[in-house]
């Protein structure tokens, strides 16, 4: 069990792996948050992301993005009523300070359920990507499932170029490639609609 892992298994979401190379290298970086079953698929997007593009990739397992919510209302709710003392911030923004890089969350669930903690995740300077399986299966098997949802390991590794794409730390021809590579139809409907 990684270090500081009981805890954030109790408030949310731990580090459960942390890419190599120094937190201070140059590499593109980003923070991959998975919840569920789709861990295994988002500790592989790491895989790809740095052997396939040079990313480094942060993975977080995320035990409850209700309980990051609920956390995060309280905190908003004990800063309201103490306007004068020191403020406090969600167990989230905690655990991703000092943290490079865009924020993709993953999970079998609809999409709005890891979009409930947006306001604490993002900011200025952090963007925050949420891919998850709205509508209905349309597969015999949950790895097609996932394809389908676009929420595979492929998928998580072109959300976060994207997204570094959006932030100019890489080209977009680099998303381009990822998309040839890993045999993506850019024109196929959009998962909700077919």
Same mark, same amino acid.
């Given at each position: 069990?990684?270090?500081?892992?009981?805890?954030?298994?109790? $408030? &949310?979401?731990?580090?459960? /792996?942390?890419?190599?190379? *120094?937190?201070?290298?140059?590499?593109? @970086?980003?923070?991959?948050? !998975?919840?569920?079953?789709?861990?295994?698929?988002?500790?592989?997007?790491?895989?790809?992301?740095?052997?396939?593009?040079?990313?480094?990739?942060?993975?977080?397992?995320?035990?409850?993005?209700?309980?990051?919510?609920?956390?995060?209302?309280?905190?908003?709710?004990?800063?309201?009523?103490?306007?004068?003392?020191?403020?406090?911030?969600?167990?989230?923004?905690?655990?991703?300070?000092?943290? $490079? &890089?865009?924020?993709?969350? /993953?999970?079998?669930?609809? *999409?709005?359920?890891?979009?409930?903690? @947006?306001?604490?995740?993002? !900011?200025?300077?952090?963007?925050?990507?949420?891919?998850?399986?709205?509508?209905?299966?349309?597969?015999?098997?949950?790895?097609?499932?996932?394809?389908?949802?676009?929420?595979?390991?492929?998928?998580?590794?072109?959300?976060?170029?994207?997204?570094?794409?959006?932030?100019?730390?890489?080209?977009?021809?680099?998303?381009?490639?990822?998309?040839?590579?890993?045999?993506?139809?850019?024109?196929?409907?959009?998962?909700?609609?077919?």
């Amino acid at each position: 069990m990684p270090d500081g892992a009981p805890e954030g298994i109790l $408030r &949310g979401m731990y580090l459960l /792996s942390e890419a190599g190379g *120094r937190a201070s290298s140059k590499k593109p @970086r980003v923070q991959l948050l !998975g919840s569920g079953t789709i861990l295994r698929e988002v500790m592989a997007a790491a895989q790809l992301l740095e052997s396939d593009f040079g990313v480094l990739a942060d993975v977080w397992s995320v035990t409850s993005f209700t309980e990051l919510r609920r956390d995060g209302i309280e905190v908003e709710r004990y800063n309201m009523l103490h306007p004068t003392g020191t403020p406090r911030k969600a167990f989230v923004t905690e655990a991703l300070d000092g943290r $490079r &890089g865009p924020v993709i969350a /993953s999970t079998d669930y609809i *999409r709005t359920y890891a979009d409930q903690i @947006r306001q604490w995740v993002g !900011g200025p300077d952090r963007s925050y990507r949420v891919l998850g399986t709205d509508g209905f299966g349309r597969s015999d098997t949950r790895a097609g499932l996932r394809r389908f949802f676009e929420v595979d390991r492929h998928f998580v590794a072109l959300a976060a170029l994207r997204e570094l794409a959006e932030a100019g730390e890489i080209a977009p021809s680099v998303v381009q490639s990822a998309i040839e590579k890993y045999g993506i139809d850019p024109e196929a409907p959009m998962p909700t609609t077919v």
